[in-house]
């Protein structure tokens, strides 16, 4: 199939649009993003798909959104020996037409030339081969499979011309190249009946050959489904026979087991009654060494008795020499704390005695520390009175000053609010504004300009007096002295009359009556406007609006002065707070005392207040440092006192203290004295050291007796006598339990029973192996045939693998070789000797080899218009410039075997591709 042309009419954003490829070679589309590039492999696939009264949600998206129109497609197309314009418009006005141009003229319109296209693509077009050779924009880039019925038929001839011998030989020269005759099936004639002998068979065709092989491979693989699954396991009929095989094998070896276990029973009953007398011996002789060993562990235990209360003996020795010990330490620590505390007393006595002339230094000094304190109070309250009397005053005459701002900002306020309002007024009262003067200038000029045109055009009666006189023009007296001149523009007519001498009337031409006629009514617009201002003329008008002008400004400024000089008070305001400054002054000057005198200005008194303030602060200096003194003298003489009342309290305790201690020590003195403590503690040691020695003996004949391993000894002597009993009492018990089983099992006829299954066993596995057999050599014939045929299959895809590498050295070097799987996916590259999966390769690896793939498989199906194009939407967007440069002369060299249709918002993205047509796209 060749794609000659695609037309778009109110398709998404595209309002019209048509694209011409390029019938073999390269069309690279180029222009920006949501132009309709990605539009036109969708809108193939709509007008292929979509009957035009579709309403699926694939045709209504492509509705434009802001018009309401029915998206329309239009294509060009020839695919095998047919060629045809087709075209569809949905949603609104639907309609589809096609127009056949070869093999012979053709007309059909709706559903019939959508079922006549159908057929045509059906006929010509490998849809599957359609979809792989497309590359879509916004989906993962895969490697396709090619297992597509076009490619391999072209494969087949490919393979097929490669694989012929120069001399066209027939087959049977050659049968290991083909499945069919190698696996010895017969051959068919034209007729269809088969030959057979030795004479020469006319070779079949290669469509008859490939349906025979197809026939052949497929009974080959009936009869290995029959015995085998598809994953290679065998079927449930061959595993039941299996199993029943095994149960059967299972059944005799059971009953051969059961039977082994009666003659084993019964020989264990013969050794089980020999043995019952030895366990007997054994019993009694493990008795009887358990009782020896329970009379030497009697003897062992009187032993440890005593070793008992030899320790008892000996701790009492240790707590009574211990008790008396700890006495005599008492004893002793008494004495010493005795003489500890008459010799703290001495020297606390000692201390009191240094400290007394120091309390008394520290007394004197705190109360002169006081004294100057307080006068430092009394000087800092005199000089703060004498500060606020002095403030006082500098704020009495910034008071005054106050005072005298306000007033001044009172009389400017209320003079401004006068001007204000005078301004006012003379503005309310104007007639003339900005507006009204330029009307009234500009018919001044239109007067002007009339006047001018008049004068130059239009008659012009001019009359000069020889003598005094008196005239009449128009009606009007007009008196001259000898030598005045008048003149009058004569728009209409015009009578000069010298009385009782002569009458002259002038009459002006039609141009003259057309000016004068302007004049007239820009005179009386003139009147109009000066009448509506209330002025006479222009003049008059300019000054009028320069005195509203004036009264503007005067209003503003009065504004102004009124905003600064108010700020955020009104009038009353300013009033009241005169007032109460004012009433606040008096009051003082009425209440201040003469003396001291009241500073004459406020100079003098904000520097009397400056230097009342430093007096303050020096009074405030000498306070702060007496008051330091004070508290330090105060620190002091508290300090002396509190080690004074320490040390007295400390001389008390400590003469308490000795007194308890001498008390105490002669009263344990007196109940025992020093000399029994002593000889006590002697007596003490001397029981410890005899209980011990005693306790020493004890252990010493305890240990010789070595009671652990007598112990030992002891229990397993008694573990092996009762050992010996259960063994005596399980060897009674377990003749019992055979003896019952051997006479109930042999009345159950197991000879018999072994007897039959062995019989079945045997047919059974007849059977299996039969079974098998067939299985194991369906199995073979079909991993022969299948190798064969894969070894085929390597030979036909040969030109496809080829194609691709020779394309792929173009971009990836002379190294550069490719692997292809059972369905013709690219799955390994290998590359300077080094294979890697395609999964491991980058992105734009991947996606090179993708486009290469489709150029190969598009190069073997598409020569003379077959096949179908390779439609690459804005792909290699993953390559570096080296590799789009080599990319383009890959995909050049592949143009001449088919058509190829690039997508692109990059245009120098396929720069390189050389004979390529460009088709740029308007934004």
């Given at each position: 199939m060749r794609l000659h042309r695609v037309r778009l009419r109110n398709y998404r954003g595209v309002v019209d649009s048509t694209v011409e490829f390029a019938t073999d070679g390269v069309t690279v589309v180029e222009g920006d993003n949501e132009v309709g590039k990605s539009c036109i492999p969708e809108a193939?696939?709509?007008?292929?798909?979509?009957k035009d009264s579709s309403k699926a949600r694939d045709v209504?998206?492509?509705?434009?959104?802001d018009r309401d129109e029915g998206p329309e497609v239009e294509i060009e197309v020839a695919a095998g020996h047919y060629r045809f314009v087709y075209r569809k418009r949905w949603l609104r006005s639907s309609e589809t037409t096609l127009a056949i141009t070869a093999p012979r003229p053709e007309q059909h319109t709706g559903d019939e030339a959508h079922a006549r296209v159908g057929a045509m693509l059906d006929e010509t077009l490998d849809s599957d081969l359609w979809k792989a050779l497309r590359i879509e924009q916004g989906t993962e880039l895969g490697l396709p499979r090619f297992d597509v019925p076009s490619l391999g038929e072209a494969l087949d001839r490919a393979a097929a011309n490669g694989a012929r011998e120069p001399d066209d030989r027939p087959p049977s020269a050659g049968a290991e190249s083909d499945p069919v005759a190698a696996s010895g099936a017969p051959t068919a004639s034209a007729d269809g009946r088969g030959h057979r002998g030795a004479g020469r068979v006319e070779p079949p065709s290669a469509e008859t050959a490939q349906a025979r092989g197809d026939d052949l491979w497929e009974r080959v693989r009936a009869e290995r489904d029959r015995y085998w699954t598809t994953s290679g396991l065998?079927?449930?009929?061959?595993?039941?026979?299996?199993?029943?095989?095994?149960?059967?094998?299972?059944e005799v070896a059971e009953l051969e087991r059961k039977l082994a276990a009666i003659e084993g029973d019964a020989e264990q009953v013969a050794k089980l009654v020999a043995d019952e007398a030895r366990l007997v011996?054994?019993?009694?002789?493990?008795?009887?060494?358990?009782?020896?060993?329970?009379?030497?562990?009697?003897?062992?235990?009187r032993l440890r008795d005593e070793v008992d209360r030899a320790e008892s003996v000996r701790r009492a020795a240790e707590e009574r020499r211990d008790r008396v010990a700890g006495e005599w330490e008492r004893r002793r620590e008494l004495v010493e704390?005795?003489?500890?505390?008459?010799?703290?007393?001495?020297?606390?006595?000692?201390?009191?005695?240094?400290?007394?002339?120091?309390?008394?230094?520290?007394?004197?000094?705190?109360?002169?520390?006081?004294?100057?304190?307080?006068?430092?109070?009394?000087?800092?309250?005199?000089?703060?009175?004498?500060?606020?009397?002095?403030?006082?005053?500098?704020?009495?005459?910034?008071?005054?000053?106050?005072?005298?701002?306000l007033r001044e900002r009172h009389d400017r306020v209320v003079a401004a609010e006068g001007a204000r309002t005078a301004a006012e007024e003379r503005i309310e009262a104007a007639r003339i504004d900005d507006e009204l003067l330029a009307r009234i200038e500009e018919a001044d000029v239109a007067v002007v300009r009339a006047k001018a045109a008049a004068g130059s055009a239009a008659a012009t009666l001019e009359a000069t007096a020889l003598a005094d006189t008196t005239v009449q023009i128009g009606g009007h007296d007009v008196a001259l002295t000898a030598g005045d001149t008048t003149s009058s523009v004569v728009s209409h007519e015009v009578e000069l009359v010298v009385p009782d001498v002569v009458a002259l009337r002038v009459r002006a031409g039609a141009g003259s009556r057309d000016l004068a006629k302007e004049l007239d009514d820009a005179e009386e617009e003139?009147?109009?406007?000066?009448?509506?201002?209330?002025?006479?003329?222009?003049r008059e008008a300019r000054q009028q609006n320069d005195e509203r002008r004036s009264a503007e400004r005067d209003r503003q400024e009065a504004a102004k002065t009124i905003s600064q000089d108010r700020r955020d008070l009104t009038v009353d305001d300013l009033r009241r707070k005169i007032e109460g400054l004012s009433g606040r002054i008096a009051s003082y000057a009425g209440e201040r005392p003469a003396d001291p005198p009241l500073p004459a200005n406020h100079d003098e008194a904000r520097r009397a207040a400056s230097r009342a303030e430093e007096v303050v602060a020096e009074r405030r200096a000498d306070l702060e440092r007496c008051e330091t003194a004070a508290n330090e003298a105060a620190a002091a003489r508290t300090e002396a006192e509190l080690g004074e009342a320490t040390l007295g309290g400390k001389i008390e305790l400590s003469r308490s203290a000795a007194e308890d201690a001498e008390r105490r020590l002669a009263a344990e003195r007196e109940e025992r004295p020093d000399t029994d403590l002593q000889a006590a503690v002697v007596v003490a040691q001397s029981e410890v050291e005899a209980a011990a020695e005693s306790l020493a003996q004890a252990e010493r004949a305890l240990k010789e007796a070595d009671p652990d391993s007598l112990e030992v000894r002891l229990a397993n002597a008694r573990a092996v006598a009762a050992r010996a009993a259960a063994d005596l009492?399980?060897?009674?018990?377990?003749?019992?339990?055979?003896?019952?089983?051997l006479k109930h099992r042999g009345e159950e006829g197991l000879h018999a029973?072994?007897?039959?299954?062995?019989?079945?066993?045997r047919h059974l596995l007849r059977e299996h192996e039969s079974v098998e057999a067939r299985a194991a050599a369906a199995l073979l014939l079909y991993e022969t045939f299948a190798a064969r045929r894969q070894e085929a299959q390597q030979r036909y895809v040969a030109p496809f693998k080829e194609h691709i590498e020779r394309f792929g050295r173009i971009v990836f070097g002379a190294t550069f070789e490719i692997e292809l799987d059972d369905e013709l996916r690219l799955v390994g590259r290998t590359l300077d000797g080094v294979t890697l999966p395609v999964g491991q390769l980058s992105i734009g690896a991947r996606e090179q080899l993708g486009v290469l793939s489709r150029l190969a498989c598009a190069a073997i199906v598409s020569p003379d218009g077959g096949g179908a194009p390779v439609v690459v939407d804005d792909a290699l967007g993953w390559s570096d410039p080296s590799r789009l440069a080599r990319m383009g002369a890959a995909i050049a060299a592949a143009a001449p075997h088919c058509q190829v249709i690039v997508l692109t918002c990059t245009p120098g993205r396929y720069a390189h591709v050389g004979g390529a047509k460009v088709v740029p796209l308007p934004g």
């Open positions: 193939l696939d709509l007008i292929l798909c979509f209504r998206d492509v509705k434009p959104a065998p079927k449930k009929e061959r595993k039941d026979s299996a199993e029943s095989v095994a149960a059967t094998a299972e011996a054994d019993r009694e002789d493990a008795e009887r060494e358990s009782g020896e060993l329970a009379d030497e562990w009697e003897s062992t235990q704390a005795l003489s500890a505390r008459a010799e703290e007393l001495a020297r606390l006595k000692a201390e009191a005695q240094k400290a007394a002339p120091e309390l008394a230094d520290a007394i004197a000094l705190s109360e002169k520390a006081g004294a100057a304190l307080e006068q430092a109070r009394v000087a800092l309250r005199s000089a703060e009175a004498a500060s606020r009397r002095v403030n006082e005053d500098r704020d009495h005459h910034r008071r005054q000053i106050e005072v005298e701002q003139l009147a109009r406007l000066c009448r509506e201002g209330g002025v006479a003329d222009s009492q399980t060897n009674k018990d377990r003749r019992v339990e055979l003896e019952a089983s029973g072994l007897g039959e299954a062995e019989s079945r066993y």
